[in-house]
Structures are given as C-alpha cells and as structure tokens.
C-alpha cells in the first residue's frame, strides 16, 4: 500500500488526484496540503471530493504542512514553483519520494529540485499523459526523419487559468525537436510573431500559446515543406489522462533509491 501525500489539494488537478487516490486499493491518502491561506485549509478532505465511494473515504484534513507524525511515501505535487522547491526539500528530509508536475520553474528553482534528488527519489514531468509521452518520441523521429526542409511551429491551447506560457509539454516537444536536429532551443525558438518579422528562417522553431476558456491541453507541432504539411496532435479530454499517469508514477516511485527519475521509465519505454 502506497502512502501518499497530494499537495495542491484544491486546485484543479489536486481535487482530481485526492478522488483518484482514495479509489485506488494500492493507494491510501496520508495528508492533503495547500497554502496556509487557502480557504480549504481546515476542512475534511471529503469537502472537495465528489466521486469517492463511501468505503474508500480517509478521515484527512486539509493542512499548510504535513505532521510530523505523518508517515508518507511519495509526495505528490501540482502546485507553485515556490511551494515546489519547499516540498521537495521536505522530500528529501523525510526520505520520500515525490512526483512533480507543477512547470514554470525558472533555472534556480529547477537546480534546487535537482539538488533534492540527491537526496530522494525524484520525478518530475511536464505531463503525464501516456499519450503525449508517447508523443514526444514520436515527434523527435519525425523531426529526425524530415530533416530541415520542413518548417517545425508548436501550438499550445489551456484553460484561462493556466499561469505560465508556454506550457511545459511545449517545450519538451520542442526540446525534443531540437536534440533531433541540432538544434539550440534557446536560439531557435521564436515565440510567437508580430510586425516586420522578415522570412522565417530554416531552423527556427515557432511556439505559440492560446489561453481560451476551459481547454485541457491541446498540444500540436506541424512539420511543413512546400507542397505538404505532417501535424501530430494530442488533446486531453479531461484531467484524467495527467492524474492518473501521476498516480501511477507515485506507485511506481515508492521504495526507489536516491536519484532523478522519468515518466518514460514508469511506463517502460
């Protein structure tokens, strides 16, 4: 049985993650955090839930920290890059695992999260949809195979709520793109076009982002010559696909020795 921690517990993917732990027979839910200002602070966890058979619910409140007396084994975090580099320092106290799927992290905060792994098991991923993992390797091959001749632009859709740009799926799409070709991401990228922009060169790589009501994810990259296009396309249809790839990689992480760890490795590929 994996004991685990979600942190984020209110937000959209956390209210999802609390429900999907407590169904699971393998899982059990040892603690639910949020910012010691949220107003769900305090409450039973079952205030947040609505799809949790009555045999399944935990008797957790929703806390700031997690208590001392508290025994976890992954930590599940989609949250703030703030609160991110906090639990993963936690982690590592504690000798947990944790699953991280908050993105937006600058270069600083992403060192201290690698710092952690020295300490503690240690995923982090900008999504975990089977799907657009299986994605990514696909348009690293296309990328691969087409060559420069075609024109590669990335196009990112999320919800209105969404805080950073472009999304982390994004970037690893198009980092994927760019190991396959030599490229450098920092130099290819252009994000987004406005005014007298000139030609497009060969090998930049074009990244738009589109903020619109409810939307998921939709996530694709275009590969286009003169005379044809290729477009690989992944589209969540709910948070599903991410939560339960999270839950299934905490399960999975439990019990790892030190060390940064991937999505890819949970499912084998």
């Known amino acids: 049985m994996t004991r ?21 027979p393998a899982a059990t839910l040892v603690a639910a955090l949020e910012s010691a200002s949220h107003p769900a602070v305090g409450q039973p966890v079952a205030a947040l839930c609505s ?19 508290v025994a976890a084994d992954v930590l599940i975090d989609f949250s703030v890059p703030e609160q991110t580099v906090r ?14 799927g908050t993105t937006g992290l600058d270069a600083t905060q992403q060192a201290q999260v690698q710092a952690a792994a020295a300490r503690c098991p240690l995923l982090a ?10 994605l990514f390797r696909i348009v690293a091959e296309a990328a ?17 709520f969404k805080k950073d740009a472009p999304s ?20 290819a990228a252009v994000h987004g076009r406005k005014g007298i922009t000139g030609e497009r060169t060969p090998r930049e790589i074009g990244m738009h982002a589109l903020r619109r009501g409810d939307v998921v994810g939709e996530h694709t990259v275009s590969f286009t010559a003169l005379g044809e296009t290729i477009e690989l396309t992944h589209r969540a249809h ?3 696909a991410f939560a339960r790839g999270a839950v299934q990689a905490a399960k999975w992480l439990a019990g790892k020795p030190a060390g940064r760890y991937t999505f890819e490795q949970v499912l084998g590929l």
């Open 168 to 187: 982390g799926t994004a970037l690893r799409l198009a980092e994927r793109v760019a190991e396959a070709t030599g490229r450098d991401l920092a130099q």
């Open 87 to 100: 639990l993963a320092g936690l982690a590592a106290e504690r000798g947990w695992g944790i699953v991280i």
């Open 125 to 134: 991923a900008p999504n975990y949809s089977v799907g657009v993992t299986v």
């Open 238 to 240: 709910s948070r599903d």
């Open 4 to 24: 685990i921690v979600v942190s984020g517990a209110a937000g959209r993917m956390g209210r999802r993650l609390l429900e999907l732990v407590q169904q699971d």
């Open 144 to 160: 691969r195979l087409l060559g420069e001749g075609y024109d590669v632009e990335v196009v990112e859709s999320h919800h209105r």
């Open 51 to 69: 799809d949790v058979p009555a045999d399944r619910r935990v008797d957790v409140r929703v806390t700031s920290d997690v208590p001392p007396e």
